[in-house]
C-alpha cells in the first residue's frame, strides 16, 4: 500500500491543482518570477529569494513527484543527464559506482568521458544475476545504479533482492525508473534509496520539455549534499518546463494504461511475424524477468525491442516504411516512435546491429498493427 492515503490517479488527476489564494484559479499559475522581495526587516516572508535557488512552481513539481514516488524529497533539474550529473557529484572522490551491462548509453558515457577523469571509477555487471553482482562489488562501492526495465533490451532487475545487496555493502542503491514511472513501478517501496527519473519522457509525456529529478526516501546528508549541488551548480529545471510537467502530470496514469495495452498487443503480434527474430517485452510470459517484473510492477510498460530477421540495413529498411510510426530517438510521449538504437548509440554500441526500438503511444492499436505489419513486408 501507499504511504500517501490518496490513490496515486487521484494525487495525478490534481498535480498542480493548489487553488490560487489571490484568484481562486484552479489550475496553479507559473511563477516565472527570477526572484523575490524581502520584508523591511530584510527577512523572505515567504521562503523564496531567487529562483535559482527555489521557486514556487518547481516547488510544487518536486513535492508532488516526491510524494508520487513515496519519498521524502526531490530536486528538479534541467535534464534527465544534469540530475544524473548532480547524482555523481555528490559520491566522494575515489568511489566505485556498478552499472548494469545495459543502461542508458548516455549514463554509461557520463561515467566514462566526464566522472573518471574526477575521481570516480565503475564497472558493469549483468544486474539479472544478483550473484554476479555482488560478485562486482568493491569495497569501495558508494553507488549501485540499477535501470529496470533497461533500455534497450527490457532487462529486468529484482530490486527488492538488490536493495539487500546495496543494504550490506552500505552502498546506496539508484534506480533509473525513466522507463516504467508511477503508478507502474515504485522502486522506494522495494528498498531503494533514490530514483531517477528523465521528466522528458513519461512524466511530462509530450515531447515538448526537458527534465530530470532525484527523489530521496529520506531527507538525510547525502540528499541534503545533492541540493546544495543543485541550487550551487545551478542546472535547475526552469519553472515553465516545471508547470508544463505538472501538466502532463495530470494524465500520467490514464496514458500508461492505453501505452501498455497497446504495447501488450504489439509484442504478441511481433511475436508471431514470420520476419522477426526476437521480441524483448517484459509482459511476454517466456521474457526472462516476466515472472520478477509480476512481482514489482503494476503493468509490464509501453517500451518494446525486437530484432528484425535480417542485418542492420534490413532493420533500416523496416524503419524507413513506417508511416504511423515517427522515426525518432527519446520516448515516453503521445505518439508512436520507432528508432534504430545501434546506429544513434554509435559504436562500442551492444545494441543488435538489427535491432529496433518503439515507444508505444496513444494512437488506435488497428493502426499501429497495420503499419508494422505493412512495414515487415518487403
Ligand atoms: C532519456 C533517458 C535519460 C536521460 O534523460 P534526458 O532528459 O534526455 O537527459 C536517462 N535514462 C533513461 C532511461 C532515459 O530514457
Not at 131 to 160: F, G, H, Y
Not at 165 to 188: H, K, M
Not at 251 to 269: H, I, M, Y
Request: aromatic share 6%.
Amino acid at each position: 500500500m501507499y504511504h500517501d492515503r490518496i490513490h496515486l490517479e487521484t494525487l495525478l488527476a490534481k498535480a498542480g491543482c493548489e487553488p490560487d489564494p489571490a484568484t481562486g484559479a484552479v489550475v496553479s499559475p507559473p511563477c516565472l518570477s527570477t526572484t523575490f522581495t524581502r520584508a523591511p526587516d530584510g527577512s523572505y516572508p515567504h521562503g523564496y529569494i531567487y529562483s535559482r535557488h527555489d521557486n514556487p512552481t518547481r516547488h510544487q513539481l518536486e513535492d508532488t513527484l516526491a510524494r508520487l514516488e513515496g519519498g521524502q524529497a526531490c530536486a528538479a533539474f534541467a535534464s534527465g543527464m544534469a540530475a544524473a550529473t548532480a547524482l555523481l557529484q555528490a559520491l566522494e572522490p575515489g568511489s566505485h559506482v556498478l552499472i548494469p551491462d545495459d543502461v542508458y548509453y548516455g549514463v554509461r558515457n557520463l561515467l566514462e568521458n566526464v566522472f573518471t577523469s574526477q575521481g570516480l571509477h565503475y564497472s558493469t555487471a549483468d544486474f539479472t544475476d544478483l550473484e554476479a553482482v555482488q560478485a562486482a562489488l568493491r569495497p569501495n562501492t558508494r553507488l549501485i545504479w540499477a535501470e529496470t526495465p533497461s533500455n534497450p533490451l527490457l532487462k529486468i532487475t529484482d530490486l527488492a533482492g538488490l536493495a539487500h545487496l546495496a543494504r550490506e555493502a552500505e552502498a546506496r542503491l539508484v534506480v533509473d525508473s525513466t522507463w516504467a514511472p508511477p503508478p507502474i513501478q515504485r522502486p522506494l517501496d522495494l528498498g531503494a534509496d533514490l530514483v531517477l527519473h528523465s521528466l522528458t519522457k513519461y512524466l511530462s509525456g509530450h515531447s515538448d520539455v526537458m527534465g530530470g529529478a532525484l527523489i530521496a526516501r529520506e531527507a538525510d546528508d547525502f540528499f541534503a549534499r545533492i541540493r546544495m549541488i543543485q541550487q550551487t551548480a545551478g542546472a535547475v529545471l526552469d519553472p515553465f518546463s516545471a508547470w508544463l510537467t505538472l501538466r502532463g502530470l495530470r494524465t500520467l496514469a490514464v496514458r500508461l494504461q492505453r501505452q501498455c495495452e497497446n504495447a501488450r498487443r504489439l509484442a504478441a503480434f511481433l511475436r508471431d511475424h514470420p520476419r522477426v527474430k526476437r521480441v524483448y517485452y517484459p509482459g511476454l510470459p517466456e521474457h526472462p524477468g516476466h515472472e520478477i517484473a509480476r512481482r514489482q510492477m503494476r503493468d509490464f510498460g509501453a517500451m518494446l525491442s525486437f530484432e528484425v530477421d535480417g542485418d542492420a540495413a534490413q532493420a533500416l529498411a523496416v524503419a524507413a516504411r513506417t508511416r504511423v510510426f515517427l522515426r525518432a530517438t527519446s520516448l515516453g510521449g503521445t505518439e508512436s516512435l520507432i528508432e534504430h538504437r545501434a546506429s544513434i548509440e554509435t559504436p562500442p554500441t551492444r545494441t543488435p546491429p538489427n535491432l529496433l526500438r518503439l515507444s508505444i503511444g496513444l494512437e488506435h492499436v488497428d493502426d499501429l498493427l497495420a503499419d508494422l505489419s505493412q512495414a515487415l513486408e518487403d
